[in-house]
């Protein structure tokens, strides 16, 4: 029988298909002008080798960079492609490097890179998930949470979730976002909690090990991170950006 130490209990799932993928598109719109996929901020969450790699391999020809200790990273996985670099401090350096100053004439892959929009052409690179470590039934009127912030409204079943605040699950979201799990959305019930948060099922049930999915393919109907930022009133960049960085990442 499977028990829960079999799962991963939070994870950002890459696919880098999709980013080799929809650098192809975007290459393709680009006509002559060379693409410069953006891996800046460790790759908009996703891994700033692996997410170059992918592009480059999908039509990519320079990448993007914050910094020089960004490009470095790259330089010393082996890619050797063109890097522009937004703040460069030491021009010496920048030349050891290889890494080119000031603006080109160069189409841009930014957030689209990763699939972070509403264009039916690209495809989602990161996929959120947690597991289920507990389950539980309570009554009206009952609290759930820091603060009892949520009282039920009529006997509900109530999922545990190994995802919270310090794994990057926005605390504004506590009573507000929802879900995927079990082929529905569920609200998120009271507050977000350091590394978990509780989903309100109804008559519904979970058991432990199932998954809930914050954002992923919407072409499956999974919510989408676009989704996911509009609950909160942020950019899907910022989302991914600060999820991609504290959650283990799996690459596909």
Request: charged content about 25%.
């Amino acid at each position: 029988m499977s028990t829960l130490n079999e799962f991963s209990l939070r994870e950002a799932l890459i696919d880098t298909g999709a980013i080799r993928e929809n650098a192809a598109v975007l290459a393709a719109r680009a006509g002559d002008r060379p693409l410069l996929a953006d891996v800046a901020g460790d790759g908009y969450g996703h891994g700033a080798v692996e997410s170059a790699r992918a592009a480059l391999d999908g039509g990519a020809v320079w990448l993007g960079v914050s910094n020089l200790v960004d490009a470095s990273e790259l330089r010393r996985a082996g890619i050797r492609a063109p890097i522009l670099a937004s703040y460069p401090v030491d021009p010496l350096a920048a030349e050891e490097l290889g890494v080119t100053t000031g603006s080109l004439d160069l189409e841009r892959a930014e957030a689209a890179l990763y699939g972070l929009g509403d264009d039916a052409e690209l495809r989602a690179a990161m996929r959120v998930s947690a597991r289920v470590v507990g389950t539980k039934m309570i009554e009206r009127d009952e609290g759930v949470s820091y603060g009892y912030t949520y009282r039920a409204t009529a006997r509900t079943s109530l999922a545990l979730v190994a995802l919270g605040y310090a794994d990057g699950l926005d605390r504004p979201a506590s009573n507000l976002g929802t879900l995927w799990l079990a082929g529905k959305p569920r609200l998120i019930a009271g507050r977000v909690a350091m590394n978990a948060h509780v989903l309100e099922l109804g008559f519904d049930s979970a058991a432990i090990g199932d998954e809930a999915v914050l954002f992923g393919d919407a072409s499956v109907g999974e919510p989408s991170a676009l989704d996911w930022a509009a609950h909160l009133g942020k950019d899907a960049a910022e989302v991914v950006s600060v999820l991609g960085a504290k959650l283990p990442r799996r690459y596909l």
